[in-house]
């Protein structure tokens, strides 16, 4: 039986992994999580996954629902409960499930422990790629995608020489707003932009979706995770979501890893590799009933964002915590109704023309440059009036 921690139970990537492990409760056993805020679906998962260690956000939350499960769960709160989750003992497997760079820590401590991480946390690797995949291989551990994007590019370069790799091809549905013109999004509210056709995701990366910087993200992760320089990593519109992502070789060959827009199948498979088990559910690809696939190239003017993701990745150093840092709080900014949706890209674009870069950060650098962004980013939504 593998043991899995989970950091971020209540999102999207977090109670679909808890939908796996329910449909493979002879397979997995849920050890330890955490839960941000949402105290009322916490009590429930504790009920029914038992696990041992619970992290929250808030240290009043910690103190109340620890009088309220049994005397075998031990609750923390903050930073220090996220790595106590990803430090679980008798955890085999890590779920970094995490929105934002909060999952870094975390991540770097399971990494030094010598636990396998299955990563869905872009953030992470975005804004300090160089830190997390050195200590990976010092420490010897797996980094096992998350994303259907990474997950189809790793099943792709199974049984194959990365030497031989020409270019990673990744898919990008569009977003919400895939069909409208640039100046058709200057009045978008945000429930247009959470209404994503084809993905259930959390609201966070609904929007960076319809940015398109949710795959400027999986492009620097694929860069850290797959040791290919950007100009190799290319993006397509795929408006089916069908095919995941696609891998071609040199001598012209494309493989491409096909499924449902589900989830659960890239995260059961990165709980399982290198088996692989079934996926019990009724839903299966039938290409017959879909009849086309549509593909176009990718507009970097009408997807600006993607164009920014280029840029940090390109430059490095300190360059990609700013594009991540400036967009995290230009996104909560808009969720608020502070700010409109074009506005998310001018908020980022601003940050990173004010940063001066350093080419080989420390992580402290690293979680200064986030921090002083933040700030930064909050004072732009003043000055303008918002």
């Known amino acids: 039986m593998r043991k899995i921690s989970l950091l971020g ?32 679906l916490a009590k429930q998962m504790i009920q029914e996954f038992s696990p041992t260690i619970v992290s929250v956000m808030h240290k009043e939350d910690a103190e109340g629902l620890q009088m309220e499960v049994p005397g075998n769960v031990r609750v923390y709160w903050g930073e220090e409960g996220l790595i106590q989750v990803a430090l679980h003992p008798d955890a085999d497997v890590v779920v970094t499930a995490v929105v934002g760079s909060v999952g870094l820590i975390p991540t770097l401590e399971a990494i030094r422990a010598k636990k396998t991480i299955a990563i869905a946390n872009k953030e992470t690797l975005v804004t300090a790629g160089h830190i997390v995949m050195e200590e990976a291989r010092k420490h010897g551990v797996s980094l096992l995608p998350v994303d259907s994007e990474h997950s189809a590019i790793f099943q792709c370069l199974n049984g194959e020489e990365n030497r031989s790799i020409s270019r990673l091809i990744v898919t ?3 977003g919400s707003f895939r069909d409208k013109k640039r100046e058709e999004l200057r009045h978008v509210t945000v429930e247009d932009a959470l209404n994503h056709p084809n993905w259930s995701m959390g609201a966070k990366i609904t929007i960076d979706s319809a940015t398109m910087m949710n795959k400027g993200l999986e492009v620097i992760e694929a860069h850290w995770l797959f040791g290919l320089p950007y100009e190799r990593i290319d993006v397509l519109l795929h408006k089916e979501s069908i095919i995941h992502s696609m891998v071609e070789f040199e001598d012209s060959s494309v493989i491409a890893q096909l499924g449902t827009p589900d989830m659960r199948v890239p995260i059961q498979y990165a709980l399982t590799y290198p088996k692989r088990l079934e996926f019990l559910d009724e839903k299966r690809l039938n290409l017959w009933e879909l009849g086309t696939l549509h593909f176009d190239k990718m507009d970097f003017e009408r997807y600006r964002c993607l164009a920014f993701a280029y840029e940090a990745g390109k430059v490095g150093g300190t360059l990609p915590t700013v594009l991540n840092a400036a967009n995290e709080v230009a996104v909560e900014a808009f969720l608020q109704r502070r700010v409109g949706f074009l506005q998310i890209e001018d908020l980022i674009e601003e940050a990173m023309e004010a940063h001066v870069v350093s080419k080989n950060p420390t992580l402290e650098e690293i979680q200064l440059v986030d921090g002083q962004t933040r700030k930064e980013v909050l004072t732009f939504i003043k000055q303008r009036g918002l």
């Open 9 to 40: 139970a209540t999102g999207s990537i977090g109670t679909q992994t808890l939908d796996v492990i329910r449909m493979h409760k002879d397979k997995f056993q849920l050890v330890s999580m955490s839960v941000g805020r949402n105290i009322e």
């Open 172 to 174: 990008a549905s569009g």
